[in-house]
């Protein structure tokens, strides 16, 4: 950083409205020195008024309420320089204000810089969210050495991965479906690219990731078990800049600057896969010539029109394409975007409107013009929001809001040529409002306890145009009615409550529980064991109740040695009602009546969470340790004996470390250990038409071999030039040569089997896979 | 069609994925009675065959029942005995069917009674057949493809192709063909069979089955267990139609078959 030495607060004093009363606010924006980028959950602390103090929302606003006089506030944030202002206030004052890197952090700029208070785990009310900057996971190894904040949340405690080859996770015993994704406040409905390989998210475009898997805030709503909220960076304000990368399957390119200085910023960031080009050594002429590739694009500029309001316009786009020949093509993809506008009507009431489309679809076509036909499938989102926050006092902060969600479900249309003699197959768009509402406090009361309680209300209106079924106990259709547009179908409600508390035993000690309901109004549907891009959502309606998730946790938090090192345990117990599953052999494809495949029932998961952490010195990384169960029951499965979910992994074992060599060499190594999932194998074979065929038994009464893999990562850190920064990032994926399953086939042909009988057959996605990436950084 | 994804999968992987044969502890089922039963129309014979299952990575053969007595009653109320071959099969000759009615079959195994019923649906013609040239493509290799063509009456129907080629049934699981008129309901169809590409000279004889949906069902849920495709949304035991709980299932069926001498 240049402006090492210039450790300036960009600092302004407004006179706001004159104040008679003996508390003053301060309010204001805390930003990144480097870039302008809104610094989130950085915190302001008045030293002289023990437990006194605020923290930055989202937006890197804070508001904070004092007595009127002489004043000692400390600006902090994690990895920046502290900021001290000893200041006499006598009236309502706003203080906008810049942290640059602290000098150790300058020195060794790409380490580690998580943005929380260091024992802010201690001290906060939520229970443990566990938050991920890209900056910090830049040199955890990673399948293709392509760093991903999916797969990283997935290596800490509490979050399972779908396996090799698929980015669903698992929260806490929760479905795939159950997880709400967010990407500026919009929905991501899949989001995996190139079959599971690569998340969606790439991390040059990112800010902050935030998970919440318990005692999670009013202000979300509409998934069962946990909430993942990812925050687009804003893009520099001051300089003009360009990084990205260059590695064996994928290469990407973020191009960011100011468009008015410290007013106005833009970013935009791509990314291309060119796995496909690899098929140039295929020795078949067609495969050579097919297409497998992924794209996305991430945009947003940002203006501040004022002091007291700032507009954002972000958007994402993505899509992976398949094809070999002109004959079959496979296509999918998310579009999202996001119009917001942040408002300050005073210094203690902050409200944010947003105006977010968000969509995925789906589409494969086989053949071409008169002799093809194609399929397509999606889902659309049309979502107004407005959240305010309220900055009562120094005790109290308020958060309330609203939000409608209007869905368009397009279930399939197959499209044919004259030449093939299908017929046209519509199958009818679906639509529904969904609806929240939620007021919610933080509060400190004395210097021990912090709660955070809130309610919200949901509300699902399943509506017209549309047919609406009854469906008999075996599937045949009992009654039909048509609705006009915008006719209720049927309308469902809940409230949710939420709430969390903390009671500090001491500076580095606390205790905190935690309790939430929510409603989820729709759900996915797989085609497949693993998560697929040709998962089907589908609404709440008259036949599908909501599922209605109920989740206690309770945990144990102590830091040691100044907040080097974080121990945490953490338990909890999930209810989950309304549970969905498939009737044996059903078939979701291109189905009209797809619910009366569907049968429903329940679920519960209980667990705890062992995890330590280390955040400072040269050594950092944490490891954790999950002893946990996911059950269901289904009445029309196996009699409603309550089995394992697929997810049912009941040890889970994660190690991270990460060793600064010197200032050129990181290196960094993870090791990941989980049971087996649960699945189903034949328990019998007969013999029927003239085939073998496995005889299934109990739902999800098998294992898979337990999974076990370790990575090592290199990052070296070449010369740095003026305004030119670069590095090679090697990374070894799974350095043993595990050989994990990701299936199991029962066969009596495996290769040269002669015997005639059955062999259980595994197939494993991964041997070993070096790769190397080359990133770098211009300003 | 779900498929075509682990078709994609497949294909990416095909470079870097392994197979082995792994030792496994599966969970072993009771032995469940297997009852295996058919009444083709056109040959107007009624077969039966009984088993039990075996474990799964068992070397043993599928154990023969001789001991039952089984007998098929038509739709007036007219049973017929089937004679016991001895080898756990028992059959019926000559045995004229009625179309548009049920059958229903009984077997007794040492006082246990399994009974099961289909419906005899009209018989679907079959109207020609008609080869194709096809480019060499990335699927396949060059060769002709055979279309069946034939008019979809009214209301739901449900078939089931059968191919002798060269005077030799294709039985693979892969050569079963099963379809329904779901997306050409009424239509005059043209249905291409792409399992296998013929060259000239190939004789090629197509059965196209009309099955009840029952049946029709049954075989499709066969055909996806058997197939091993792990990727079902809920793999399931095909649904039998047997009482008490036997494995299996009770088809009759008719089928019209027509030829073509592939030229060029």
């Known amino acids: 950083m240049k402006q090492k030495s210039l450790l300036i607060l960009a600092f302004c004093i407004t006179t706001a409205l004159h104040s008679f009363s003996q508390n003053i606010t301060i309010s204001?924006?805390?930003?990144?020195?480097?870039?302008?980028?809104?610094?989130?959950?950085?915190?302001?602390?008045?030293?002289?008024?023990?437990?006194?103090?605020?923290?930055?929302?989202?937006?890197?606003?804070?508001?904070?309420?004092?007595?009127?006089?002489?004043?000692?506030?400390?600006?902090?944030?994690?990895?920046f320089e502290e900021q001290v202002l000893d200041l006499t206030f006598t009236q309502d004052t706003l203080i906008n204000l810049e942290l640059f890197l602290s000098k150790e952090i300058q020195e060794l700029e790409e380490v580690e810089i998580t943005s929380k208070r260091t024992n802010e785990n201690i001290t906060s009310a939520q229970m443990e969210v566990t938050r991920l900057d890209p900056q910090s996971i830049k040199t955890i190894p990673i399948l293709f050495g392509e760093q991903d904040v999916m797969k990283?949340?997935?290596?800490?405690?509490?979050?399972?991965?779908g396996g090799e080859g698929s980015t669903g996770f698992y929260v806490r015993g929760g479905g795939a479906d159950q997880n709400l994704i967010l990407l500026d406040e919009s929905t991501v409905y899949n989001a995996s690219h190139l079959l599971g390989f690569f998340s969606v998210f790439n991390s040059d475009a990112i800010k902050d990731v935030s998970l919440y898997k318990s005692g999670i805030p009013a202000e979300y709503g509409g998934r069962a078990s946990s909430v993942m909220d990812v925050r687009m960076r804003d893009g520099n304000n001051k300089n003009f800049a360009a990084s990205?990368?260059?590695?064996?399957?994928?290469?990407?390119?973020?191009?960011?600057?100011?468009?008015?200085?410290?007013?106005?910023?833009?970013?935009?960031?791509?990314?291309?896969?060119?796995?496909?080009?690899?098929?140039?050594?295929?020795?078949?002429?067609?495969i050579r010539d097919a297409k497998l590739f992924f794209y996305d694009l991430n945009a947003k500029v940002n203006y501040k029109i004022s002091d007291k309001d700032r507009i954002y316009i972000s958007g994402y786009f993505g899509r992976d394409k398949f094809a070999v020949n002109e004959d079959f093509g496979f296509n999918w993809g998310n579009k999202t975007g996001t119009l917001r506008w942040n408002h300050l009507y005073n210094d203690k009431l902050f409200v944010n409107t947003s105006f977010i489309y968000s969509s995925f679809d789906y589409e494969f076509s086989i053949g071409q013009g008169e002799d093809g036909f194609g399929i397509?499938?999606?889902?659309?989102?049309?979502?107004?929001k407005q959240d305010y926050s309220y900055f009562l006092n120094s005790n109290n902060s308020l958060k309330f809001g609203f939000n409608g969600i209007h869905h368009t479900f397009e279930p399939g249309v197959l499209e044919s040529g004259a030449n093939i003699g299908f017929n046209q197959i519509n199958l009818p768009k679906r639509h529904a409002l969904e609806i929240g509402g939620y007021l919610q406090n933080e509060q400190t009361v004395g210097n021990r306890w912090a709660f955070m309680y809130g309610l919200r209300y949901s509300g699902f209106n399943y509506m017209g145009t549309g047919t609406a079924y009854e469906f008999a106990e075996n599937g045949e259709v009992l009654s039909e009615k048509t609705y006009d547009s915008w006719e209720s179908i049927k309308y469902y409600q809940g409230f949710e409550p939420r709430l969390s508390a903390s009671f500090i035993i001491n500076e580095s000690n606390s205790i905190k529980a935690g309790y939430n309901r929510i409603f989820q109004y729709i759900h996915q549907l797989s085609n497949a064991t693993t998560s697929s891009p040709t998962d089907v959502w589908v609404?709440?309606?008259?036949?599908v109740k909501p599922q209605i998730g109920d989740q206690l946790a309770l945990g144990y938090y102590k830091n040691f040695k100044k907040d080097e090192y974080q121990v945490s345990v953490e338990t909890y117990y999930k209810w989950l009602q309304n549970q969905i599953d498939y009737k044996p052999n059903a078939n979701l494809l291109l189905n009209s009546q797809i619910e009366r495949e569907l049968v429903y029932g329940e679920g519960r998961a209980y667990g705890v969470e062992f995890q330590i952490k280390k955040t400072k010195g040269k050594l950092t990384g944490w490891f954790n340790y999950t002893l946990s169960r996911a059950l269901r029951s289904f009445e029309d499965i196996d009699g409603g004996t309550e089995f394992s979910a697929r997810q049912d992994r009941i040890h889970d074992l994660n190690l991270v470390l990460t060793?600064?060599?010197?200032?050129?060499?990181?290196?960094?190594?993870?090791?990941?250990?989980?049971?087996?999932?649960?699945?189903?194998?034949?328990?019998?074979?007969?013999?029927?038409?003239?085939?073998?065929?496995?005889?299934?038994?109990?739902?999800?009464?098998?294992?898979?071999?337990?999974?076990?893999?370790?990575?090592?990562?290199?990052?070296?850190?070449?010369?740095?030039?003026?305004?030119?920064?670069?590095?090679?990032?090697?990374?070894i994926y799974n350095v043993y040569n595990r050989e994990n399953a990701f299936s199991i086939r029962f066969v009596d042909d495996f290769e040269d089997n002669q015997t005639g009988q059955t062999q259980a057959v595994q197939t494993a996605l991964f041997k070993i896979i070096p790769s190397i990436t080359y990133n770098f950084n211009f300003k | 069609m779900k498929n075509i994804f682990y078709i994609s999968i497949l294909f990416l992987l095909a470079t870097t994925s392994c197979q082995k044969v792994i030792d496994l502890k599966v969970d072993d089922a009771e032995p469940k009675m297997v009852i295996e039963a058919k009444y083709d129309v056109i040959k107007q014979e009624v077969f039966v065959k009984l088993s039990k299952t075996i474990s799964v990575f068992s070397a043993d053969n599928y154990p023969q029942i001789n001991s039952a007595t089984v007998e098929i009653t038509d739709a007036n109320g007219v049973t017929?005995?089937?004679?016991?071959?001895?080898?756990?099969?028992?059959?019926?000759?000559?045995?004229?069917?009625?179309?548009?009615?049920?059958?229903?079959?009984r077997i007794n195994v040492a006082g246990d009674i399994y009974e099961a019923s289909d419906d005899l649906v009209n018989v679907v013609p079959l109207d020609s057949l008609n080869a194709e040239f096809q480019e060499e493509s990335p699927f396949s290799e060059e060769g002709y493809v055979i279309f069946m063509n034939a008019t979809d009456p009214v209301g739901p129907n449900f078939y089931r192709a059968i191919r002798k080629v060269n005077g030799e049934y294709k039985r693979e699981i892969r050569d079963q063909f099963l379809f329904d008129d779901s997306f050409s309901e009424g239509n005059t169809q043209s249905v291409p069979i792409f399992t296998e590409l013929y060259q000239v000279d190939d004789t090629v004889s197509i059965e196209l089955i009309s099955y009840s949906k029952k049946s029709y069902t049954y075989f499709q849920e066969l055909q996806d267990i058997a197939s091993g495709s792990g990727a079902s949304a809920a793999p399931a035991n095909p649904t039998s139609n047997w009482s008490k709980e036997a494995l299996g299932h009770f088809t009759v069926f008719g089928y019209d078959t027509k030829t073509i001498i592939i030229k060029e």
Not at chain 1, 152 to 161: D, F, N, R, S
Not at chain 1, 249 to 278: C, M, Q
Not at chain 2, 83 to 105: A, C, M, R, W
Request: aromatic letters at 12%; zero cysteines; hydrophobic letters at 30%.
């Open chain 1, 28 to 79: 204001g924006s805390i930003t990144d020195g480097r870039n302008g980028e809104d610094l989130f959950g950085a915190s302001v602390i008045v030293s002289d008024m023990s437990n006194t103090g605020a923290r930055t929302n989202i937006y890197g606003f804070y508001s904070l309420s004092i007595p009127a006089g002489k004043h000692q506030l400390i600006y902090r944030n994690s990895g």
């Open chain 1, 152 to 161: 990283t949340l997935q290596l800490t405690p509490g979050v399972k991965g």
């Open chain 1, 244 to 286: 990205g990368g260059i590695g064996l399957i994928s290469s990407r390119l973020t191009l960011e600057g100011p468009i008015v200085k410290d007013k106005s910023s833009f970013i935009i960031s791509g990314r291309r896969s060119y796995a496909d080009l690899f098929l140039v050594f295929a020795p078949d002429e067609d």
């Open chain 1, 376 to 384: 397509r499938s999606s889902i659309r989102d049309f979502n107004l």
């Open chain 1, 539 to 543: 609404p709440t309606s008259n036949n």
């Open chain 1, 659 to 731: 060793y600064d060599i010197n200032k050129k060499l990181v290196v960094s190594t993870s090791f990941v250990y989980y049971t087996g999932d649960a699945v189903t194998f034949p328990s019998a074979l007969y013999e029927m038409d003239g085939y073998e065929v496995p005889y299934v038994g109990k739902r999800n009464a098998n294992r898979l071999p337990d999974y076990h893999r370790l990575d090592l990562g290199l990052t070296w850190y070449l010369k740095e030039r003026k305004n030119y920064k670069h590095n090679l990032s090697f990374s």
């Open chain 2, 80 to 105: 017929t005995l089937l004679s016991n071959q001895g080898d756990g099969t028992y059959l019926l000759e000559n045995y004229v069917p009625i179309f548009g009615s049920q059958y229903k079959i």
